[in-house]
């Protein structure tokens, strides 16, 4: 049988996805923890606690000023040390609540986050009682887009959602942390898909998984019998699939058309890792303060946000390719690599939209060629765009152009500096020419 996928464009990069996802390693909890106050789209929170503090784990720390944001929540017990910037993996400096434990916090927390859970029913939840709960535990979109969930779930007047379409594809390379999430928590990501469906209040939800995840496609089929109106689409393995617009033309055909959301078509989508979080909300009342990621070709680890990155695992290479290419063979990548930003600060706090890590060659090594006008990056483009063009203008200063001929639709997705012979930096001038649009305005 065919199997789905989206229509034009996409490349199908090597997998390498060496990370087993048979299991979920639970990292210690640290003894201290970086919060970020802006790990999501929007406003940043603004902290409701002060330098001096006592907070216990799972306590409110910061607060969205409104509905564009999302509440911050102490991932670690202990005494708030300070609200300032620190650097985060790209280096940037980014506001932070510091929390520091003693031993007895420490042990205390440990102790409550290894006991058995207790499900809470959730059966008789309305869908606002579903949505509020998720903005109170500060969930956003764990897949990388990191947009607050409850706006998602709530359209705007005039519009009706009419499929919850669950990202499962985790199509980049190297990551398998959605993956991990579907073999270890099936019925937990299920039951989190259900409040979902419930909270956005839709009658159907889809799950779409690549083939190449079999094990995965196995357990949620099985989790799903229990759910009438929850089923599994498996998709053909193909990148970038985990695009919003490109999951919903795989999974319903309906093309979302450029610069309208997906809820145009009647579609939401949210990510597996998202479910699993709303769950843990709801059904176990723990924000949002900690998740999985995955650290390349090592493993899958439950981790708390806001601890060290580099303390995940003692196996995690340094990055010195950024700042000597000439030493570094290996680029540190925060996500995947197709389209993951590489690492300067490997202590930089772990946040909510943070995958894991990739380990691959620097890309500073390869010397960019002349452009042969083979057209391969126009054939790679899932938005039907002139990759080589709209990186021209961005390259020369030209933002109307590049504006003119669709730049603001680019996914960011790489595909196009992956297929290209003569390994142009596209995307970079790509990004340079959003960048000088978005100044025009
Ligand atoms: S132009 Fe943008 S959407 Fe098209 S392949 Fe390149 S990065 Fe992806
Ligand atoms: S793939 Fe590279 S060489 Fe070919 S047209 Fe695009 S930019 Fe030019």
Avoid at 14 to 22: C, H, N, W
Avoid at 147 to 174: D, H, M, Q, W, Y
Avoid at 249 to 254: D, H, K, N
Wanted: proline share 8%.
């Amino acid at each position: 049988m065919k199997l789905k996928t989206f229509k034009i464009g996409g490349v199908h990069p090597p997998e390498l996805k060496t990370a087993p996802s048979d299991r979920i390693i639970t990292a210690p909890l640290p003894m201290e923890a970086s919060v970020l106050l802006r790990q999501h789209i929007g406003a940043e929170a603004k902290p409701i606690v002060k330098v001096g503090d006592q907070v216990s784990r799972g306590q409110k720390i910061a607060q969205a000023p409104g509905a564009i944001s999302a509440n911050v929540h102490a991932p670690i017990s202990g005494k708030v040390k300070s609200i300032a910037p620190v650097a985060t993996l790209q280096g940037r400096p980014t506001n932070a609540i510091l929390i520091v434990a003693t031993a007895d916090d420490h042990d205390a927390d440990e102790k409550a986050r290894n006991a058995a859970p207790v499900p809470k029913d959730c059966n008789n939840l309305a869908p606002k009682d579903i949505t509020d709960a998720i903005t109170e535990a500060g969930i956003v979109g764990m897949g990388g887009a990191t947009f607050p969930t409850a706006v998602k779930l709530t359209p705007p007047p005039g519009s009706k959602a009419e499929i919850l379409i669950i990202n499962g594809c985790e199509c980049e390379p190297r990551l398998t942390c959605d993956a991990a999430l579907m073999r270890c928590h099936p019925d937990e990501v299920m039951a989190g898909i259900d409040l979902l469906r419930r909270g956005a209040q839709v009658d159907r939800a889809v799950i779409g998984i690549e083939d190449n995840k079999p094990n995965a496609i196995a357990a949620m089929t099985a989790a799903a019998k229990r759910y009438p109106g929850i089923s599994v689409q498996v998709l053909r393995t193909k990148y970038p699939q985990g695009g919003e617009k490109q999951l919903i033309q795989a999974i319903t055909g309906r093309e979302v058309a450029s610069g309208a959301l997906p809820i145009s078509v009647g579609a939401i989508v949210q990510n597996v890792a998202t479910a699993y979080a709303t769950y843990q909300a709801i059904a176990l009342s723990q924000p949002l303060i900690e998740r999985v990621v995955t650290i390349d070709a090592i493993g899958n680890f439950l981790v708390a946000i806001g601890m060290k990155t580099s303390a995940i695992s003692a196996d995690i290479p340094q990055p010195t390719a950024e700042t000597n290419p000439t030493v570094a063979a290996i680029d540190v990548v925060a996500g995947g690599p197709m389209m993951g930003q590489s690492v300067v600060n490997i202590d930089g706090p772990v946040t909510k939209g943070f995958s894991g890590l990739s380990f691959v060659n620097n890309p500073l090594q390869f010397e960019p060629a002349p452009c042969i006008r083979c057209a391969e990056c126009v054939r790679a483009c899932p938005m039907a765009l002139e990759p080589y063009l709209i990186s021209t203008y961005g390259r020369k200063g030209c933002p109307e152009e590049a504006k003119a001929i669709g730049a603001l639709d680019c996914i960011e997705c790489g595909s196009c500096n992956y297929s290209c012979p003569s390994a142009r930096p596209i995307l970079d001038y790509i990004r340079l020419a959003k960048m000088r649009i978005r100044a025009l305005k």
